[in-house]
């Protein structure tokens, strides 16, 4: 499973930090690992957007044009944890965020379409 956490409600400008730990999950395929895990969010009526992702094995990471400068995304390997730390929030931020694992590798960054489990999310609430 995969359980986010960190979400809540800040102020503009302030700062939050997400975490998502990965436990308890096995692929029958992909027994040995995940390639990539990402953060993506959905404001109400719009789309689920890719927010920023990061390779297990490089620590390759990417980040949307809405985000960067502002967000970070790290990883503790041993902990199986990510993390997003997200800066100079905005109200336009205002979201529900979700983590997704990749299990093989593919073409970076990672599209939409392809990730291949998901958590339940967390509400991030951004006030002006």
């Known amino acids: 499973q995969l359980v986010e956490s960190g979400g809540g409600l800040v102020q503009s400008g302030g700062s939050l930090r997400l975490s998502c730990e990965v436990s308890?999950?096995?692929?029958?395929?992909?027994?040995?690992?995940?390639?990539?895990i990402g953060w993506f969010r959905q404001a109400p009526g719009r789309e689920r957007e890719r927010v920023s992702c990061?390779?297990?094995?490089?620590?390759?990471?990417w980040y949307s044009d809405s985000v960067s400068g502002r967000f970070t995304i790290s990883g503790d390997n041993a902990k199986n944890t990510v993390y997003l730390q997200m800066g100079s929030l905005k109200p336009e931020d205002t979201a529900v965020y979700y983590c997704?694992?990749?299990?093989?590798?593919?073409?970076?960054?990672?599209?939409?379409?392809?990730?291949?489990?998901w958590g339940q999310g967390t509400q991030v609430t951004v006030s002006s």
């Open positions: 997704a694992i990749k299990m093989n590798r593919v073409a970076w960054p990672v599209e939409l379409d392809q990730w291949d489990y």
């Open positions: 308890g999950f096995s692929d029958p395929y992909y027994p040995e690992d995940y390639d990539a």
């Open positions: 990061i390779r297990k094995g490089d620590g390759s990471a």
